[in-house]
């Protein structure tokens, strides 16, 4: 069965054009689109995996399970997954968990107990081992976040080399001073506050523990975060913010303070903002359809008993807000 990778080796382009035609992103140019349907033709890529499904005693739905389908970067996901099942001739039942780890086992058990053709799952559980009993049973992919204590494929994006990445764009911007924030130390934010201490280290800059908050969920918090940062005795000049949620609150509270603000994470319109943002695009629609295609690769090829973890490359965006001001 043809995949989204031999598409694009096929049409000379890149996995995430091919996501983009996809999604029909309008920013694709038309000869690309068309090299890209021209693969598509040529390789046969829609399979007949209904048959298979029903043989099987599976349900033509693909689950998928995430913490907040309002945050953009999960909504990307899911957008992306339901465009592949679509094409497979399957329809995608969408769960959010919120972020109470305790629902987890119960709403994800629950849904494989639906005899789902395949799971997709953005977990927020620390380890997985609850999946145990459908190794084997149901293919289960892992978006996001690798699994701990249980072997599936996984496809996440490259925390590390991004935050290393945009800590070490703000240093050349000629920030120093460089404040972390987050929401809360989950995997993926763990990894990017490695990448900054690392970006800060190669550059021989001394971390300091006061410029790390970690509790920033909304405006007020970004707001009491801000402040406290500002009174600081040597406060930072520049706020690199773990994940696009955290820098959509951010924002409004950095804006006119003359502090600089890099996002993990692309958001609505923050290219349209002044300052436009700079930011480290995760391209979550990527992630989604190799999310999916791993089901249905799983679904044609069943006796194939490897697992992958897939690290997808993400890029630097620099719009305008890198920027030391006059007075820093």
């Known amino acids: ?54 043989r099987a005693g599976r349900a033509p739905i693909v689950g ?17 997954v339901g465009t592949v099942a679509a094409a497979h001739g399957m329809s995608v039942s969408v769960t959010s968990i919120g972020t109470d780890a305790h629902r987890e086992p119960e709403i994800v058990t629950a849904a494989l107990g639906q005899s789902l053709s395949g ?3 953005a977990p927020v559980t620390t380890e997985q081992s609850y999946l145990r009993p459908w190794s084997g049973r149901t293919p289960i992919v892992f978006v996001d976040r690798s699994p701990a204590k249980f072997t599936a494929d996984s496809f996440t994006q490259d925390d590390h080399g991004g935050a290393f990445a945009a800590t070490a764009h703000l240093i050349g911007h000629g920030h120093r001073r460089i404040a972390f924030a987050g929401d809360a ?36 918090s970004a707001a009491e975060a801000v402040t406290g940062l500002r009174t600081l005795a040597d406060p930072p000049t520049a706020v690199f913010s773990s994940n696009d949620r955290a820098s959509m609150a951010l924002f409004p509270a950095v804006r006119g303070t003359g502090l600089a ?16 943002v700079t ?42 807000s890198c920027r030391r001001t006059a007075d820093d």
Do not use: C
Request: proline share 7%; glycine share 4%; no cysteine.
């Open 64 to 80: 998928l399970v995430v913490p907040d389908l309002v945050d953009p970067y999960f909504a990307s996901i899911a957008k992306a």
């Open 119 to 121: 799971l997709i799952l």
């Open 1 to 54: 069965m043809a995949t989204m990778r031999d598409v694009a080796e096929l049409a000379g382009v890149s996995l995430k054009t091919v996501s983009r035609v996809f999604n029909d992103d309008p920013h694709v140019l038309p000869e690309t689109r068309a090299r890209v349907e021209a693969a598509l033709r040529e390789l046969d890529y829609i399979p007949n995996t209904l048959a298979t499904t029903f």
């Open 185 to 220: 130390l989950t995997k993926p934010t763990v990894r990017r506050l490695e990448g900054y201490h690392a970006a800060l280290e190669q550059h021989g800059i001394d971390g300091d523990g006061d410029l790390v908050v970690l509790d920033v969920w909304d405006r007020p």
């Open 261 to 276: 603000l890099l996002s993990f994470g692309d958001f609505p319109m923050a290219d349209l903002l002044e300052p436009a």
């Open 279 to 320: 930011v480290v695009d995760q391209d979550p629609g990527t992630l989604g359809a190799l999310a999916a295609e791993r089901i249905f690769d799983r679904l044609a090829h069943p006796a194939r008993r490897f697992r992958r973890r897939t690290v997808v490359p993400v890029s630097l965006v620099e719009r305008e």
